[in-house]
Nanobody
């Protein structure tokens, strides 16, 4: 059974930083494209960042370019999202998604709140 478990969400002040982690199990992690999505109250879930299987290629939503960095450690089956210069509009529940072949898997999410 595939499991994706996110961690690292917290309450942080504007301008602060957080590092989210997503640990995968039951999945051939090195074969999976991994992504982070977020969903704010009343809004649709939106793609934040993606990283290819070897980590060579990444994609970022315009709203987070230059502030967020996605990375992965295939030996640990873990994907990370380093978030710097956080803004109140980054407040959302952040979800990890893994895509391998035709299958997609989601984690349960971790809450990030940016507020003074």
């Amino acid at each position: 059974q595939v499991q994706l478990v996110e961690s690292g969400g917290d309450l942080v002040q504007p301008g602060g930083s957080l590092r989210l982690s997503c640990a995968a199990s039951g999945l051939t992690f090195s074969n999976a494209v991994m992504s982070w999505y977020r969903q704010a109250p009343g809004k649709e879930r939106a793609l934040v960042a993606s990283i290819t299987q070897t980590g060579i290629s990444t994609f970022y939503a315009d709203s987070v370019k230059g502030r967020f960095t996605i990375s992965r450690d295939n030996a640990k089956s873990t994907v990370y999202l380093q978030m710097n210069s956080l803004k109140p509009e980054d407040t959302a529940k952040y979800y990890c998604k893994g895509r391998a072949a035709l299958n997609m898997y989601w984690g349960q999410g971790t809450q990030v709140t940016v507020s003074s």
